[in-house]
């Protein structure tokens, strides 16, 4: 890549049909940035040694094999790319190393990285791939982790989960920027809830004090929206505040989107941590394509 041409999106591929699913939207991705689509296998076998002499490396009949087993791979999440996108520029790359050190060091070049649910061996549907936890934590770029196909209404909205916490101008900005270039409805989800037990939650509903944090958490987000609702005036944006814990609620409203977008650490992050919890829950369980924004 040189430095005059853009940042590709990249997707990492381990043959699984986790990993084509990834590829196919990333490249849909891709040609909606403008941009080109960067295949890439890591290929953990290459370190590999035989135990009782360090310095043979693997038979080169096996390393070959691998090899090839490994062009096939990227040739298939290529073609599936091209078909998703026809005209859009794919490149491969085979990159020796694990695949999370590899993915992480490629998005530092990257625009956006993208990765699969789970890789080969995983059980679809349960919970995302320690790759794409790993990569959505110490990635160099935003991270698409894509568990399930987006839906096929291509009129469904964005969701974009908006909170007070110091990123979320960068999560709004990257929300808004995937609405503008899908032209659908942009959903700003703002939860909020109380702590304490259930006794004190009813006489908190019952003194009317619910009703009066539900406006003033209703002004908040329309203040947050104020100046990203001039600057992309042709974004539908519906603005739904509710009461619950931010997770549940933006699991609740991803399930009819085409997108979620939240930040890599929310308001309730603890110092330390690379990924909040909110952000963890919606990777492990997102019903459609999700970005962690950074």
């Not at 990159?95 to 490629?106: F, H, M, Q, R, S």
């Not at 568990?147 to 009129?155: F, G, I, L, V, Y």
């Not at 100046?227 to 009819?256: C, F, M, T």
């Amino acid at each position: 890549m040189t430095s005059m041409e853009p940042k590709p999106v990249i997707v990492g591929i381990d043959g699984s049909s986790s990993a084509l699913e990834a590829a196919r939207w990333a490249a849909a991705e891709a040609q909606r940035r403008g941009t080109w689509l960067h295949v890439v296998f890591a290929d953990v076998f290459a370190l590999v040694y035989v135990p009782d002499l360090p310095t043979m490396p693997i038979p080169q009949t096996y390393a070959n094999a691998m090899a090839r087993q490994a062009e096939q791979w990227l040739h298939r999440a290529k073609r599936e790319a091209t078909a998703v996108a026809p005209g859009l520029e794919v490149r491969t790359f085979v990159a020796t190393g694990g695949a999370i050190p590899v993915l992480v060091d490629e998005s530092r070049h990257a625009q956006l990285a993208v990765a699969g649910s789970s890789g080969l061996g995983g059980f679809t549907g349960i919970l995302v791939g320690s790759v794409a936890i790993a990569l959505c934590a110490h990635g160099h770029c935003p991270v698409a982790v894509v568990r399930q196909p987006p839906t096929a209404e291509s009129d469904a909205p964005v969701v974009v989960g908006v909170d007070d916490s110091p990123g979320r101008e960068t999560v709004l900005n990257m929300a808004f920027e995937e609405a503008a270039m899908r032209a659908v409805p942009l959903e700003a989800v703002h939860a909020w809830h109380t702590v304490g037990s259930e006794q004190a939650w009813y006489s908190f509903h019952r003194e009317g004090r619910d009703a009066a944090l539900q406006h003033d958490e209703e002004r908040i987000l329309a203040e947050n929206l104020a100046s990203w609702n001039e600057k992309y005036p042709d974004v539908e944006v519906r603005r739904i505040v509710a009461q619950g814990k931010p997770a549940r609620v933006l699991l609740e409203h991803a399930q009819h989107a085409q997108l979620a977008v939240v930040g890599a650490r929310g308001r309730g992050a603890l110092a330390g941590l690379v990924l909040g919890s909110t952000s963890q829950q919606l990777v492990r369980h997102a019903p459609c394509p999700l970005i962690v924004a950074r």
